[in-house]
Nanobody, 115 residues
Framework: QVQLVESGGGLVQPGGSLRLSCAAS????????MGWYRQAPGKERELVARIGQFGTPNYADSVKGRFTISRDNAKNTVYLQMNSLKPEDTAVYYC?????????WGQGTQVTVSS
């Protein structure tokens, strides 16, 4: 059974930083692309960043230059470094494993940016 467990969320002031982690188990982590999504209250879930099997990253325009996605295949973990956080980054952040036909989601971790 494939499982994803996110950690690292919390409350941070505008301009601050957080690093989210997503640890995977139950599969060969290195062969799958991974993504971070977020969902704010009353809004649809949106893709924040994605990293391919070979490490190629892609970002939503709203986070380019502020967020960095990375992966450590030896630790079966994907990270999201978030800098220069804004109140509009407040959301539940979800990790996603792109297994064709049966994507896997983590439980989510809350990020709140507020003074």
């Amino acid at each position: 059974q494939v499982q994803l467990v996110e950690s690292g969320g919390g409350l941070v002031q505008p301009g601050g930083s957080l690093r989210l982690s997503c640890a995977a188990s139950g599969t060969i982590f290195s062969i799958w692309a991974m993504g971070w999504y977020r969902q704010a209250p009353g809004k649809e879930r949106e893709l924040v960043a994605r990293i391919g099997q070979f490490g190629t990253p892609n970002y939503a325009d709203s986070v380019k230059g502020r967020f960095t996605i990375s992966r450590d295949n030896a630790k079966n973990t994907v990270y999201l470094q978030m800098n220069s956080l804004k109140p509009e980054d407040t959301a539940v952040y979800y990790c996603n494993m792109e297994i064709p036909g049966r994507p896997v989601w983590g439980q989510g971790t809350q990020v709140t940016v507020s003074s």
